[in-house]
């Protein structure tokens, strides 16, 4: 089994302390063990404001708030337990906010009869911490159908929101096969809403849209009302998708991964691993999972376990992200962007699949295509051409900076 890197040395042990303590922070779940060593951590030589740099970078500022603020509160310096209250309050204040803004939006759209899903922002955090004030999220993000997609757009433009960039009404089809999801914000800048037609873009051969739930979705009670989202089952895989897309930062990804292990809600691991592999995204659902037993103790089944050790590359793959993300170990590709991790072709189930994910990579359009070489209709085709010119040239460009 992979272990943590920063845990081998006394000296890796000290340039890591910050994040070691940002990850026992982390989680529902609090055992004397951990706030015992919480305690013997916060009394050594803390460097505060890395702590709290680290602790954003990863997604995990509202817990090491809420664990400090309950746990360590008598071995904190008054400006450090003053800015975490502030920095709790705040993100509380702001999150009710946005959830208030997200009731709203699907109350709008079931008016209309725009069947509408949630999920990620408040609707993961009361679903998994069972308090929407321990996430950190800047957005709200809805799937819809595909063919409700347009008009829930233009039903949101029509209640003060605006959408960046403007498509026009002739490429709209090429779009919607193109992205998987319309970026729009109200005129005031306060509310942020990704609107999904599909969940996880490029980053999987399986496109997963709201259909491929029906019949599995669960209701929940958020701030009194009920909303209907992915089960756990469907959340953890989708997690699992998504956190891959990011190779696995911030690291509340796999947090959030842990979560839904620790709660013993998943009842069927086969069926889950069944369904993945219907996805296509089987190692990238092994790889969370090995990731969240390791990086936040969260007990797999003695079968799930069996068949991360039986896939080889699994382990590689975890050992590989742990380095990457507790030392910054990155290779050329990635050090331009994260996008071209080598993780990503690496994590496929089978070979065809990473072929396929390259090409679409290279080769398929995305928005930054369409904002940065408008293209009237007739030549949209020239799109797959212009994007491999643009990426070598981002490429390019980057690489000089960096050398310079």
């Known amino acids: 089994m992979v272990k943590p890197v920063f845990a081998n040395t006394a000296s890796e042990r000290a340039r890591h302390r910050e994040l070691e303590l940002v990850l026992l922070c982390a989680g529902t779940d609090i055992t004397p063990e ?91 955090a009361e679903y998994l911490y069972k308090d929407s004030g321990l996430r950190t999220f800047s957005d ?45 914000k109200n005129r005031s800048g306060a509310v942020a809403v990704d609107l999904h037609w599909e969940l996880t873009g490029r980053y999987s051969t399986y496109p997963l849209r709201i259909e491929d739930f029906s019949g599995r979705l669960e209701t929940l009670n958020l701030a009194g009302t009920e909303v209907r989202t992915l089960c756990l089952e469907d959340m953890l895989i989708y997690l699992c998708i998504h956190g891959t897309s990011h190779c696995w930062e911030p690291l509340e990804l796999v947090c959030s991964v842990a979560e839904i292990v620790k709660s013993d809600g998943v009842e069927h691991w086969d069926a889950l691993l069944e369904r993945a592999s219907k996805f296509r995204c089987r190692r990238m659902v092994l790889l969370g999972l090995a990731l969240a037993e390791d990086l936040f103790d969260a007990r797999l089944p003695d079968r799930i376990k069996s068949k ?42 089978n070979l065809p699949d990473s072929i396929r994910y390259g090409f679409r990579l290279l080769f398929f359009p995305t928005i930054r295509e369409w904002i940065r070489y408008p293209l009237p209709a007739p030549l949209l085709f020239l799109y797959y051409v212009i994007r491999p010119y643009r990426l070598l040239k981002d490429g390019l460009r980057s690489s000089t900076t960096r050398v310079s």
């Open 34 to 124: 951990k706030t015992a060593k919480l305690r013997q951590l916060a009394k050594g030589d803390i460097d505060w404001t890395v702590l709290l740099d680290t602790a954003d970078l990863h997604g995990l500022s509202a817990f090491v708030c809420r664990r400090l603020e309950t746990v360590c509160a008598d071995l904190l310096p008054d400006a450090v337990r003053s800015t975490l209250e502030e920095l709790d309050y705040s993100n509380r204040m702001r999150n009710l906010f946005l959830c208030g803004s997200l009731l709203r939006i699907l109350r709008l759209f079931e008016k209309n009869g725009i069947p509408a899903m949630p999920f990620k922002g408040p609707v993961q």
């Open 140 to 184: 709200l993000d809805i799937l819809v159908s595909r063919q409700d997609a347009v008009k829930a757009r233009d039903l949101l433009v029509a209640n003060d929101f605006v959408t960046d960039p403007h498509i026009p009404e002739k490429q709209l089809e090429t779009y919607l096969e193109s992205e998987n999801f319309f970026e729009l």
């Open 308 to 349: 991360i050790d039986m896939d080889g590359g699994v382990r590689k793959l975890e050992g590989r992200t742990l380095k990457k993300i507790l030392h910054g170990r990155r290779g050329l590709a990635e050090s331009l962007s994260w996008r071209f991790s080598s993780l990503h072709p690496a994590v496929r189930d």
